[in-house]
């Protein structure tokens, strides 16, 4: 399998720095296709210590999160993804910088999400997605606020979606934004 570089940029919209996007080496034969998800060698800056497997129903948003202390990496399976971004690092060159950036099933992609970077995932049709993180989940890094709050500059495509009850009761971003820097004082 080819060993394909990352990239800082998608193809419309600069993402926030650090975050990483790698379309994924596939090999096909006679019998179908393997794609490479992860290898130790690639630079993720993180070291996976938990992988999840996610199944998303049509119309479904998960998040917005973003924490403080762990790295996220995550590959859309199937179906579609729409990956929302917002880096809320006051020392980052991209501070506030929010994006919308599309990822495909059939075109294997993944991406890194260091912390600091708020993210959300919506997906309209049934998806399935698998993500790994640098550290056990814990409560007090799994930060988050409305979906819909106007300062992530956000334009879900949705004004109903299927969220976690989590989700559905999260605070502002002025509220996460404060608890974030609470926790992470040098989060740059």
């Known amino acids: 399998m080819s060993d394909l ?3 800082s940029q998608s193809t419309t919209d ?4 650090g975050v990483s996007l790698r379309q994924l080496p596939s090999e096909q034969d006679g019998m179908g296709k393997t794609t490479a998800l992860y290898r130790r060698d690639w630079p993720l800056n993180l070291a ?8 998303n129903r049509p119309n ?13 990496y995550l590959c859309l399976l199937s179906g ?5 971004l ?19 099933g059939d075109t294997p992609t993944s991406i890194v999400i260091p912390p600091g970077v708020a993210h959300g995932f919506y997906f309209a049709l049934e998806s399935t997605h698998c993500y790994a993180v640098s550290q056990y989940w814990n409560p007090s890094d799994e930060l988050g606020c409305r979906w819909d709050d106007p300062m992530l500059g956000l334009a879900w495509p949705t004004s109903d979606p299927l969220l976690s009850p989590r989700d559905a009761t999260a605070p502002s971003y002025e509220e996460l934004a404060r608890d974030l820097m609470a926790q992470t004082p040098g989060l740059s």
């Open 48 to 55: 996976p210590v938990q992988w999840n497997l996610v199944s």
């Open 80 to 84: 579609e993804m729409l990956l929302g």
């Open 14 to 17: 600069a993402l926030p720095v």
């Open 86 to 104: 917002h880096d809320m690092r006051p020392h980052s060159a991209t501070y506030r910088r929010a994006v919308l950036h599309r990822l495909a």
């Open 5 to 7: 570089p990352f990239t």
């Open 60 to 72: 479904t948003l998960r998040g917005v999160h973003v924490h403080h202390t762990h790295w996220d």
